[in-house]
């Protein structure tokens, strides 16, 4: 049975000191057992990756951008080099997250290419899909889904590891969590068009507005993989009790 993983995404949150901090109480409050069943992926601010990967390298817990470049090099000013993530020892990469989608105009077709070159450097990428409320009011949520899907995963290696993310942009940092209905029904959709798609080695995390008081819930349904997690994951308490829905 795959390991259950519990993504954070700490956005513009955390300096260096506190990114070593986070890692330090949490590694303290975390034992081999957790990572017999669990993952743990923490994606920092970037300029907190490298302290991070300080206090994190000899732990299984895995750390990564939030947001990677096409190119690993060039003259791209601004713009973040996988290639060196990896040389501090980044192994993962968030990809199309919805704030990278709706406020800095990130395409199907560019997401695709950083899938792709995720997959050629073997960095496990987390890739973001989901719908607006506005599409979800539109009863187009699965339509925008599986055009996502399928733009971002077009000509990838099906053999690779892949994580999806299923994020409602509606549910992001609002307070209000998918209902049960509504996960448990993406999840099963995108569980046939990624077997359809022939992956072989994929899972499937939900995030929006996850807390501890909803994480055990979501968790038990079908498909469901695992979490990406933003404000609840910046406190090592909450973003354990969230880890911990089993105890
Ligand atoms: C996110 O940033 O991807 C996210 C799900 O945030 P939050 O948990 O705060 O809704």
């Known amino acids: 049975m795959n390991?259950?993983?519990?993504?954070?995404?700490?956005?513009?949150?955390?300096?260096?000191?506190?990114?070593?901090?986070?890692a330090q109480d949490f590694l303290?409050?975390?034992?081999?057992?957790?990572?017999?069943?669990?993952?743990?992926?923490?994606?920092?601010?970037?300029?907190?990756?490298?302290?991070?990967?300080?206090?994190?390298?000899?732990?299984?817990?895995?750390?990564?951008?939030?947001?990677?470049?096409?190119?690993?090099?060039?003259?791209?000013?601004?713009?973040n080099s996988l290639a060196i993530a990896q040389s501090i020892g980044s192994t993962i990469c968030l990809i199309g997250h919805s704030e990278r989608r709706q406020i800095f105009s990130e395409l199907n077709s560019s997401i695709n290419k950083k899938v792709l070159l995720s997959q050629s450097l073997d960095t496990l990428p987390v890739l973001c899909i989901g719908e607006s409320l506005e599409q979800?009011?539109?009863?187009?949520?699965?339509?925008?889904?599986?055009?996502?899907?399928?733009?971002?995963?077009?000509?990838?290696?099906l053999s690779k590891r892949i994580v999806v993310a299923y994020e409602p942009v509606w549910a992001i940092g609002t307070g209000q969590v998918a209902s049960l209905d509504q996960v448990k029904e993406v999840h099963a959709e995108l569980f046939q068009k990624m077997t359809s798609m022939n992956f072989k080695n994929f899972q499937l995390i939900y995030g929006g507005s996850v807390k501890a008081d909803n994480a055990k819930d979501l968790i038990a349904l079908?498909?469901?993989?695992?979490?990406?997690?933003?404000?609840?994951?910046?406190e090592v308490t909450s973003f354990l009790d969230i880890c911990n829905f089993d105890s």
């Open 136 to 157: 979800r009011q539109k009863n187009e949520t699965l339509k925008v889904c599986f055009e996502q899907l399928e733009a971002a995963l077009s000509a990838v290696n």
């Open 28 to 79: 303290a409050k975390t034992s081999e057992k957790f990572f017999e069943t669990k993952e743990a992926f923490i994606f920092p601010q970037n300029f907190s990756l490298d302290k991070l990967s300080q206090n994190l390298k000899k732990s299984p817990v895995r750390f990564g951008p939030q947001q990677i470049h096409i190119e690993v090099k060039g003259a791209f000013t601004g713009e």
């Open 3 to 22: 390991k259950k993983i519990f993504a954070a995404n700490w956005k513009l949150n955390k300096t260096p000191d506190q990114a070593a901090a986070f």
């Open 222 to 234: 079908d498909h469901v993989d695992g979490f990406l997690i933003g404000g609840a994951s910046l």
